[in-house]
């Protein structure tokens, strides 16, 4: 068998949508042709073919508002105070974390190993206000708890 008409068969047969493999054992066991994968992915090369029918199905995409396991979660919102949760826990501390406050105050907050929370006002910003400090206790009661 010439390699024009190996060619034929091989363009014929991945036009046809079937995978090289296929292809490989039709040519060894139909054509009595033994060539290696590499060989073939050769010959392929210049042969027409229609690739996109090798492509396989891409799954639909996920709605834009729907989360996806690479997608960063956002900081809980209930009250206008965002918290954020370190994942890597400050020294000295059982949890740690940040949160910005409804006024636009922001702070480092962290629990001891006693359960103490402690707040540490960022430099340059505002302190935070009463009504600051009791959504934040509420705001982070709730997240820690798994609540929404």
């Given at each position: 068998m010439t390699t024009e008409e190996q060619k034929r068969i091989i363009g014929q047969m991945l036009n046809d949508g079937q995978?090289?493999?296929e292809v490989q054992k039709c040519l060894s066991r139909e054509h009595g042709v033994g060539m290696t994968y590499l060989e073939l992915r050769l010959l392929a090369a210049e042969v027409e073919v229609d690739?996109?029918?090798h492509e396989p199905e891409k799954p639909a995409e996920p709605a834009a508002d729907t989360p996806t396991p690479d997608?960063?979660?956002e900081p809980e919102v209930m009250s206008g105070t965002?918290?954020?949760v370190h994942k890597v826990v400050r020294p000295g501390a059982a949890m740690s974390g940040e949160v910005t406050f409804a006024s636009g105050a922001t702070a480092e907050w962290y629990l001891d190993n006693?359960?103490?929370l402690g707040l540490n006002p960022t430099e340059g910003s505002e302190r935070p206000t009463q009504?600051?400090?009791q959504d934040f206790q509420i705001?982070?009661?709730r997240k820690l708890s798994g609540g929404a």
């Open positions: 995978s090289l493999s690739w996109d029918k997608t960063p979660l965002h918290i954020t006693f359960g103490r009504d600051d400090i705001e982070l009661q």
